[in-house]
């Protein structure tokens, strides 16, 4: 089976995610400049989301461009991913209309945590269906950058009840760590 079926899904599942994420921004109904700070958490948890969106449909895009078909196990494997990704509109929503509130910052994480793993799945399912030797295998290695994101997720999670701004913050550094591109794979495909 061809990937490119599976790869404009993706993109569509994505847009619609983030075009769900702006259609909560709700103006203010005055037109006083000052009407619009408490809609800075909203913004902010916004801006995050958007983020971690762009980052995980530019990794994506990365991943199939070093695999030549997908199988069965890959497509469920990228709807799990695509599940929880879809998630994020109403994490960033609720952690955004309630400030940062602990609970709210610790269920954001916990959909970030299971984004991670379910793009590691479907990572792992990529290579098993193309071999330890393949192009991607090459590529992700020993996938340090994914490992330490779930670590740093797993920490912030519990961290969002007792210090909600350091948690916050980590959640930032994980956002920080995969903005700076992750050229293993193009480096890969170049070489090769």
């Known amino acids: 089976m061809t990937k490119t079926r599976m790869e404009t899904f ?27 700070m408490p809609l800075i958490p909203v913004f902010l948890s916004y801006v995050l989301s958007f983020i971690y969106l762009g980052i995980y449909w530019n990794n994506h895009h990365h991943l199939l461009h070093a695999v030549e078909h997908v199988g069965g196990g890959v497509l469920w494997a990228n709807l799990n991913l695509l599940f929880w990704l879809s998630l994020i509109p109403f994490a960033t929503a609720w952690m955004g209309e309630n400030h940062f509130a602990p609970w709210t910052l610790a269920f954001y994480g916990i959909v970030l945590l299971f984004a991670g793993i379910a793009y590691t799945i479907l990572v792992l399912a990529l290579i098993s269906l193309h071999g330890r030797d393949s192009v991607l295998a090459t590529a992700m290695g020993k996938d340090f950058k994914g490992k ?23 959640y930032i550094l994980v956002a920080i760590m ?15």
């Open 10 to 36: 993706s993109d569509g599942v994505i847009a619609i995610i983030i075009t769900i994420m702006v259609l909560e921004l709700r103006a203010p109904h005055d037109s006083n400049p000052a009407a619009l």
């Open 148 to 170: 330490i994101s779930i670590v740093i997720y797993l920490v912030a999670i519990p961290l969002a009840l007792l210090k909600w701004w350091l948690s916050g913050a980590l």
């Open 178 to 192: 995969w903005l700076i591109p992750d050229r293993r794979i193009e480096k890969t495909l170049t070489h090769s």
